[in-house]
């Protein structure tokens, strides 16, 4: 009989330490869920004639601007519009984003540049974008080509 007393307190002892260890356990403070946006977009270069040399007639060294920083997306050729599409999951906690890219190629001795980005900023909680730039080549005095990008259209879900 003692013995029995002595397991049904052993028993009940081992149930209230785990039910404790339990909710002590759930009841910490667990951390948010990391957020992270997918981001689907299109860039074109809007200035080119789509005849003679086809050096222009798709965005070259694109890139993709994030903050924090991103790797490069990978770029599907859209051959009826001469645009590229690529789809990229943003760093956690993104706040910004733009492209940079080239619209003209080969303007030798001064060269082919990257100007603006198109940038805009990522509201908080934001899980889907989905984003156009159009980007544009022209001479500057004295000689090179600058690309600058702007956004044409953007949407946050």
Not at 60 to 75: D, E, F, I, Q, Y
Request: one cysteine or more; glycine letters at 12%.
């Amino acid at each position: 009989m003692f013995a029995a007393r002595l397991v049904r307190r052993g028993l009940a002892l081992g149930s209230a330490l785990v039910v404790t260890g339990t909710l002590g356990i759930v009841g910490l403070a667990q951390p948010a869920a990391a957020t992270t946006a997918v981001l689907y977009a299109t860039v074109d270069c809007t200035g080119s004639n789509h005849s003679g040399d086809t050096r222009d007639w798709y965005p070259s060294n694109v890139r993709l601007h994030t903050s924090p920083p991103s790797a490069t997306p990978g770029l599907v050729a859209v051959p009826g519009t001469h645009a590229f599409q690529f789809t990229q999951t943003l760093p956690d906690g993104a706040t910004s984003m733009g492209v940079t890219a080239q619209c003209s190629s080969g303007h030798y001795p001064y060269g082919d540049y990257s100007g603006s980005a198109g940038l805009t900023g990522i509201p908080a909680g934001t899980t889907t974008i989905t984003a156009s730039w159009a980007c544009s080549a022209a001479p500057v005095s004295p000689g090179p080509w600058l690309t600058d990008c702007s956004l044409r259209s953007v949407s946050f879900s």
